[in-house]
Each structure stands twice: as structure tokens, then as C-alpha cells.
């Protein structure tokens, strides 16, 4: 399971750089709430 946060914390990451989508959009787009993004791109162990 863990693989997949971190995969999925990888591919918001780049989304957010390739697109300048913010936080709102990017949760849409993933289909995940804001705050699983904000915790996805702001966690330690996945940068």
C-alpha cells in the first residue's frame, strides 16, 4: 500500500508542476479530497 501513496504522491507532484493546477483542481483531477493532496506533496518521506 505504501508504494502506491508514493506513487501517486510522485505523479500529484508533477501534475502540479506541468499543469500550475492548484491543490483544488489536482484533488479533482485525482479524485482525492484536498487534503490528500496538501499531505501528499508536504510529507517528508515521499520528498
Do not use: C, N, P, W
Amino acid at each position: 500500500m505504501k508504494d502506491y501513496i508514493e506513487e501517486r504522491a510522485v505523479e500529484i507532484a508533477e501534475y502540479i508542476i506541468e499543469t500550475k493546477a492548484t491543490v483544488r483542481q489536482t484533488a479533482k483531477r485525482f479524485g482525492v479530497s484536498k487534503s490528500t493532496v496538501h499531505i501528499d506533496v508536504t510529507k517528508e518521506e515521499f520528498l
